[in-house]
């Protein structure tokens, strides 16, 4: 039987991909389109506020068992990294 730790770990990584997708068709959903991905300036208080704690959990995800190779935006990342929203 796994320990606790490595069973949290397994379902980190296995939903971290998925949170990530979410977060990218959730900010391309509420962003202005602009060449280099979405202008995160134009997002609303009703957008920032549910994509803000995404971001967070992903960040929080991320520095847990790193950042997965998907097909995310490039923009994404920036995103994740700038610690916008």
Known sequence: M??????IT??????????RADAAVAIESEAVPREGGPDLASIGEDGAAWIGPLLHAIREAERLVGRPRDDAPAWLDAVIDGGAL
């Open 10 to 19: 397994s379902t980190v990584k296995l939903v971290l991909p998925l949170l």
């Open 2 to 7: 796994r320990a606790p730790v490595d069973q």
